[in-house]
């Protein structure tokens, strides 16, 4: 498979804030890159770049095999964050206004389909409601048939249904083979849509990797989950970091940790047990959770 993306010592500097610290990677074609990090993490800024829309303070991005350029760049498709639709446009008329801006568009009606547009054609697009708006944005990244997606946070602030509907599109995109790169601070999405994920905190991967392989290096077990004030200041004899009001515990055995935390008398009322997930591995790497 080729690397449609491929980057060296990228960096971006705001006066003489880091905000993208010298990353070097790439991403291969087909595959589902998931940049995943906090709020200020460097993840806009870094898409930003690979799009062509801020330009690097030092690094070198190469797209489709060459260094980035106006015409390797017509193959990409970008869904922005906030993009402005024009007022009193219905949502097919938005399509084809878009569409006119290309040589060689795609069929409108093949992104009718796989985005689910059919019943809010005629809707004005002020109307819709967050997850049509989603769907639209996503249609109008596809319009110039890119081989190469970006979806930066594509499903911040919508619901969870509407949030599960919009990643079977990304999973119907993702079957044609094109390749996507999707940031998010949703842990969750990423482990379900991303076959590869770079994990950022303050402009620089703290880990990279496909999500089940990352997670196996690092959670030998399984994570028990407590609410903070249970310890009552003990200290655990397992290791453990704190979240929030919670604290996890990481155990190679469920059974051995457990008895060690009641042998210590701490209370277990609304305990849960769970896999580790990327949430949680963000919090081992960085002792921080994602949510502040
Ligand atoms: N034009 C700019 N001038 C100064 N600082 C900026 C500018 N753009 C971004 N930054 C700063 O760079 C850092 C990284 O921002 P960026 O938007 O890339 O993060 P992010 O991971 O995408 O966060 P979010 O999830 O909130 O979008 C932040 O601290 C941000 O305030």
Redo the contacts with the bound molecule.
């Keep these: 498979m080729s690397r449609i993306i491929e980057v060296a010592n990228l960096r ?1 500097q ?2 003489r ?1 880091t ?2 610290d010298d990353l070097s990677f790439s991403v291969t074609e087909g595959v589902c890159f998931g ?1 995943l ?12 770049m690979l799009e062509g829309l ?1 330009k690097p303070s030092r690094g070198e991005i190469k797209l489709f095999g060459e260094p980035a350029n106006k015409k390797n760049r017509q193959r990409i498709g970008i869904q922005f ?1 906030n993009t402005s639709l024009q007022d009193y446009l219905r949502v097919g008329e938005t399509l084809r206004l878009f569409a006119s801006f290309y040589a060689a568009p795609a069929s409108i009606e093949d992104i009718i389909e796989l985005c689910n547009l059919d019943d809010i054609l005629g809707k004005d697009v002020r109307m819709l409601s967050g997850g049509q708006r989603q769907r639209l944005l996503l249609a109008l990244a596809l319009v110039n048939d890119p081989d190469l997606i970006f979806l ?2 594509p499903t ?1 602030g919508l619901d969870p249904q509407a949030r599960r509907n919009f990643w079977h599109l990304i999973d119907a995109i993702k079957q044609r083979g094109k390749t996507i790169v999707l ?1 998010t ?1 949703y842990m969750e999405e990423a482990q379900m849509l991303c076959d590869d994920v770079a994990i ?1 905190d303050t ?1 620089k991967f703290i880990a990279r990797g496909k999500p089940e392989v990352l997670l196996a290096e690092h959670f030998k077990g399984m994570v028990i989950e407590l609410p903070k004030q249970n310890l009552n200041g003990r200290n655990l004899t397992e290791p453990y970091a704190e979240n929030g009001d919670k604290v996890e515990i990481y155990c190679e055995q469920v059974e051995s940790s457990l008895s060690r935390l009641m042998q210590q008398q701490v209370p277990l009322t609304g305990m849960q047990v769970k896999q580790a997930n990327l949430e949680d591995l963000f919090l081992k790497l960085t002792g921080h959770g994602l949510r502040g």
């Design positions: 971006k705001f006066g804030f905000a993208v940049l990090g906090p709020n200020g993490a460097g993840k806009t800024t870094t898409i930003e801020v964050q930066d946070e911040t940031t601070h950022m402009g």
